[in-house]
């Protein structure tokens, strides 16, 4: 039995039936040459579901005290493990468009795990056109997050298509094996030399150093974040203040509502690179203008500025094992200013402004702010109030993915496309990943409150455009058409 972190117990405090709390995701695959679909997933069926040592926390399921989730969680082994439940199999209807299997991943990513089991779900989907077959899997957010999901991921893959596994990706076995690969791709780490005989008098003086070092670090952040809400912390953007009410800031349902499309890499870094940007920049550019675009069209673009959450990774190189390793910045989207290059220059103020604000602090140091700055967030939902006082208009998280293509057993990986949470206060939820020679975006939002975010799609592209024709770039970029993928 191992205990649960409270910064990743927060998860499992925020969740309802309204707010489901898993991540997920799509991976788009095409068949390998000649193969017969339903043999090739029987066979991958098989695998998934083969009897193995389980890597953590796919055998684990939850122990919860009287307190419930408020208090002390931690994991033990399910010793009733029915990897016939996790793992599913489904077609789609014909014609097997990609709208089927938005449809699919829209009703699947609504419902809640069942916390009596271990979190997570993996679904086969068969019938798509172009010999083409998905999976959609979905885990909870105190289990995993984007980067750990990206790692299982590439453990299961490789960039040989001739590469055939016979263990499943959720084994021990596999993942020691893909921590092996990384630390092979890494080099071999220096021996540490046998310490000296004071090294745990120094070891001490070191910890007391580091606490020190942490409380003044954190609490010099905690002064400007505090200095912003008197109107002198200059470009910095905290939660809650000055968040605009939209439809997207409402209460949500349990009704989700997933949609996906890809955009090719370097067109959106030639955009980043033409205004001396960086990549996320000219995706949170891009979404600015796309949400900007969909209030003008409902009617609802407020006088102040969206803003985002924006997720950014804590995890050490190499570590695969944590649940949740994340800080938050919050990004001034300027979706109040009509001209693209200002809006993605505010943008960039913004971001840097949110970078130096945890710049020094160690991820300890940043998880201990983070704590202190969204805890309000655990208050405001267990009192109902999320959705009166929102701490962001919507989520934009960038997560990096395999820079090759690669191969499940031979099957080409076409597209990631992630699914992510919705909650009270922010109702849409944009999330994409790199991969190969694209940017995949998933966006999850609740049907009620966001009923045309099918629309986002298209103001996505919009704005591209946009900056495109901002950047001088239209004629070199004209041939260059959106993938019609998911």
């Given at each position: 039995m191992?205990?649960?972190?409270v910064?990743?117990?927060?998860?499992?405090?925020?969740?309802?039936?309204?707010?489901?709390?898993?991540?997920?995701?799509?991976?788009?695959y095409?068949?390998?040459?000649?193969?017969?679909?339903?043999?090739?997933?029987?066979?991958?069926g098989?695998?998934?579901?083969?009897?193995?040592?389980?890597?953590?926390?796919?055998?684990?399921?939850?122990?919860?005290?009287?307190?419930?989730?408020?208090?002390?969680?931690?994991?033990?082994?399910?010793?009733?493990?029915?990897?016939?439940?996790?793992?599913?199999?489904?077609?789609?209807?014909?014609?097997?468009?990609?709208?089927?299997?938005?449809?699919?991943?829209?009703?699947?990513?609504?419902?809640?795990?069942?916390?009596?089991?271990?979190?997570?779900?993996?679904?086969?989907?068969?019938?798509?056109?172009?010999?083409?077959?998905?999976?959609?899997?979905?885990?909870?957010?105190?289990?995993?997050?984007?980067?750990?999901?990206?790692?299982?991921?590439?453990?299961m893959?490789?960039?040989?298509?001739?590469?055939?596994?016979?263990?499943?990706?959720?084994?021990?076995?596999?993942?020691?094996?893909?921590?092996?690969?990384?630390?092979?791709?890494?080099?071999?780490?220096q021996?540490?030399?046998?310490?000296?005989?004071?090294?745990?008098?120094?070891?001490?003086?070191?910890?007391?150093?580091?606490?020190?070092?942490?409380?003044?670090?954190?609490?010099?952040?905690?002064?400007?974040y505090?200095?912003?809400?008197?109107?002198?912390?200059?470009?910095?953007?905290?939660?809650?203040?000055?968040?605009?009410?939209?439809?997207?800031?409402?209460?949500?349902?349990?009704a989700?509502?997933?949609?996906?499309?890809?955009w090719?890499?370097?067109?959106?870094?030639?955009?980043?690179?033409?205004?001396?940007?960086?990549?996320?920049?000219a995706?949170?550019?891009?979404?600015?203008?796309?949400?900007?675009?969909?209030?003008?069209a409902?009617?609802?673009?407020?006088?102040?500025?969206?803003?985002?959450?924006?997720?950014?990774?804590?995890?050490?190189?190499?570590?695969?094992?944590?649940?949740?390793?994340?800080?938050?910045?919050?990004?001034?989207?300027?979706?109040?200013?009509?001209?693209?290059v200002?809006r993605?220059?505010?943008?960039?103020?913004?971001?840097?402004?949110?970078?130096?604000?945890?710049?020094?602090?160690?991820?300890?140091?940043?998880?201990?702010?983070?704590?202190?700055?969204?805890?309000p967030?655990?208050?405001?939902?267990?009192?109902?109030?999320?959705?009166?006082?929102?701490?962001?208009?919507?989520?934009?998280?960038?997560?990096?993915?395999?820079?090759?293509?690669?191969?499940?057993?031979?099957?080409?990986?076409?597209?990631?496309?992630?699914?992510?949470?919705?909650?009270?206060?922010?109702?849409?939820?944009?999330?994409?990943?790199?991969?190969?020679?694209?940017?995949?975006?998933?966006?999850?939002?609740?049907?009620?409150?966001?009923p045309?975010?099918?629309?986002?799609?298209?103001?996505?592209?919009?704005?591209?455009?946009?900056?495109?024709?901002?950047?001088?770039?239209r004629?070199?970029?004209?041939?260059?058409?959106?993938?019609?993928?998911?």
């Amino acid at each position: 039995m191992r205990r649960m972190p409270v910064t990743d117990a927060f998860f499992l405090l925020n969740e309802t039936r309204e707010t489901p709390m898993h991540v997920g995701g799509v991976n788009l695959y095409t068949l390998p040459r000649g193969a017969n679909e339903q043999d090739f997933l029987q066979e991958l069926g098989n695998l998934l579901r083969q009897e193995c040592e389980m890597r953590r926390p796919f055998g684990e399921r939850l122990r919860i005290g009287p307190l419930g989730a408020a208090g002390p969680v931690a994991w033990e082994q399910d010793g009733q493990l029915d990897l016939d439940y996790h793992v599913r199999h489904s077609a789609l209807p014909r014609p097997g468009r990609y709208r089927e299997l938005f449809a699919l991943v829209s009703r699947l990513h609504s419902t809640l795990l069942d916390r009596s089991r271990p979190l997570w779900e993996m679904h086969l989907i068969e019938g798509l056109q172009k010999r083409q077959f998905a999976t959609y899997i979905k885990a909870h957010h105190c289990a995993i997050d984007g980067i750990g999901a990206m790692h299982l991921t590439n453990s299961m893959l490789s960039e040989n298509p001739r590469a055939r596994s016979s263990i499943s990706p959720f084994s021990r076995e596999a993942m020691d094996a893909y921590k092996a690969r990384l630390a092979s791709a890494g080099g071999r780490r220096q021996q540490r030399a046998e310490p000296p005989a004071h090294a745990d008098l120094q070891a001490v003086a070191e910890l007391l150093k580091m606490q020190f070092d942490a409380a003044g670090n954190v609490g010099a952040a905690l002064r400007r974040y505090t200095d912003v809400w008197f109107g002198r912390g200059g470009a910095l953007s905290v939660p809650w203040r000055q968040v605009p009410r939209t439809h997207f800031n409402t209460a949500v349902s349990g009704a989700r509502r997933f949609v996906a499309q890809s955009w090719p890499f370097e067109r959106v870094r030639a955009v980043a690179k033409a205004f001396d940007g960086t990549l996320n920049d000219a995706v949170l550019a891009m979404c600015a203008g796309a949400l900007r675009r969909h209030l003008l069209a409902e009617g609802d673009l407020p006088a102040q500025s969206l803003k985002a959450m924006a997720p950014i990774s804590l995890r050490e190189e190499g570590d695969v094992d944590s649940a949740n390793a994340i800080g938050f910045i919050t990004a001034d989207l300027a979706t109040h200013i009509e001209d693209p290059v200002q809006r993605l220059r505010a943008i960039q103020t913004s971001m840097r402004a949110g970078k130096q604000q945890l710049a020094g602090m160690s991820r300890r140091e940043v998880e201990l702010y983070t704590i202190l700055t969204q805890g309000p967030m655990a208050l405001t939902t267990v009192l109902g109030l999320g959705s009166r006082f929102p701490a962001f208009s919507t989520v934009i998280s960038n997560v990096p993915g395999p820079r090759k293509t690669v191969y499940w057993n031979g099957a080409r990986l076409e597209g990631i496309y992630p699914a992510s949470i919705p909650f009270h206060g922010f109702a849409v939820n944009i999330t994409l990943v790199s991969y190969a020679q694209s940017l995949d975006f998933g966006i999850v939002a609740c049907r009620r409150s966001v009923p045309h975010v099918q629309r986002l799609i298209d103001y996505i592209e919009d704005a591209l455009v946009e900056l495109e024709d901002a950047a001088g770039m239209r004629a070199e970029s004209k041939p260059v058409r959106r993938k019609k993928k998911p």
